[in-house]
């Protein structure tokens, strides 16, 4: 069974920096391409970054470009995501994503 458990969210003040990382079991984790979405109150899920298997190639959306990082430790079945200099507008829900599966989520929280 595929199981993908989020953390590292919390509350910080714009220009802060947070670190996600994403737990991943059930599944050959080096092999994928790796996601983040986030879903903000009362709007859709947003894709936010991808990494892929092998050569570790990345893409952001242009929201977050230049301010996020993501990375994947594939000895750790681990993916995380470096956010620095958090606006308000990247409050939301952050998700890691493989294929059409989510975990549960976790809460970044940024005040102006």
């Known amino acids: 069974e595929v199981q993908l458990v989020e953390s590292g969210g919390g509350l910080v003040q714009a220009g802060g920096s947070l670190r996600l990382s994403c737990a991943a079991s059930?599944?050959?984790?080096?092999?994928?391409?790796m996601s983040w979405v986030r879903q903000a109150p009362g709007k859709g899920l947003e894709w936010v970054s991808s990494?892929?298997?092998?050569?570790?190639?990345?893409s952001y959306a242009d929201s977050v470009k230049g301010r996020f990082t993501i990375s994947r430790d594939d000895a750790k079945n681990t993916l995380y995501l470096q956010m620095n200099s958090l606006k308000p507008e990247d409050t939301a829900m952050y998700y890691c994503?493989?294929?059409?599966?989510r975990g549960q989520g976790t809460q970044v929280t940024v005040s102006s």
């Open positions: 994503k493989f294929r059409t599966v």
């Open positions: 990494i892929y298997s092998g050569s570790g190639t990345t």
């Open positions: 059930g599944f050959t984790f080096s092999l994928y391409t």
